[in-house]
Antibody, heavy 117, light 107 residues
Framework: QVQLLQSGAELKMPGASVKVSCKASGYSLTGYYLHWVRQAPGQGLEWMGWINPDSGYTNYAQKFQGRVTMTRDTAANTGYMELSRLTSDDTAIYYC??????????WGQGTLVTVSS | DIQMTQSPSSLSASVGDRVTMTCRASQSISSQINWYQQKPGKAPNLLIYSTFSLHSGVPSRFRGSGSGTEYTLTISSLQPEDCATYYCQQSFSTPLTFGGGTKVEIK
């Protein structure tokens, strides 16, 4: 069955970077776009961008341009999202989600990233 | 960016009640709207895509409707397991945007 398994929780200092992984199973990563969405504590959902794992092409939300990098390792069937220059406002749960033609049909379990000194 | 305004932000209803929530887009999104259910501590789950289509395994008491800029999610007979927050999301253009959510509680 289709699953997206994300890496574990992270605690980072302000100014640092974090890299979250999202391993796909039950399907080929290159067959579907992969979105990244975050959710701050007690808040709603915020789209960060997507990657076409086949070509590597990315589309980032303007808010994160210059700070976010989405990549993939097709051999490992894994996608990655790296966010740099972290501040306390980046404390959130980060989700990866598979795009099945305009909607996200499978989601990872989420990765909590806490930014604190 | 397309703004998605969801209402109400919360509601409380009894088991068996019909429940309706609305999402208004800042411009026409040509029926490119999806609805997700999120329970506390869990990832969102897809309920309905492209306005009307029920995702696999979703109970038929969930129904989506609408057009243009106005869209609705209806639960025909509220069940205890429907306690959750519901989000709409437009997929008409990037950046993809979500509504602020409607939290559904049981009276």
């Amino acid at each position: 069955q289709v699953q997206l398994l994300q890496s574990g929780a992270e605690l980072k200092m302000p100014g640092a970077s974090v890299k979250v992984s999202c391993k796909a199973s039950g399907y080929s990563l290159t067959g579907y776009y992969l979105h990244w969405v975050r959710q701050a504590p007690g808040q709603g959902l915020e789209w960060m961008g997507w990657i076409n794992p086949d070509s590597g092409y990315t589309n980032y939300a303007q808010k994160f341009q210059g700070r976010v990098t989405m990549t993939r390792d097709t051999a490992a069937n894994t996608g990655y999202m790296e966010l740099s220059r972290l501040t306390s406002d980046d404390t959130a749960i980060y989700y990866c989600a598979r795009d099945s033609s305009t909607f996200c049909d499978y989601w990872g379990q989420g990765t909590l990233v806490t930014v604190s000194s | 960016d397309i703004q998605m305004t969801q209402s109400p932000s919360s509601l409380s209803a009894s088991v068996g009640d019909r429940v309706t929530m609305t999402c208004r887009a800042s411009q026409s999104i040509s029926s490119q709207i999806n609805w997700y259910q999120q329970k506390p501590g869990k990832a969102p789950n897809l309920l309905i895509y492209s306005t009307f289509s029920l995702h696999s395994g979703v109970p038929s008491r969930f129904r989506g409707s609408g057009s243009g800029t106005e869209y609705t999610l209806t639960i025909s007979s509220l069940q205890p397991e429907d306690c959750a927050t519901y989000y709409c999301q437009q997929s008409f253009s990037t950046p993809l945007t979500f509504g602020g959510g409607t939290k559904v509680e049981i009276k």
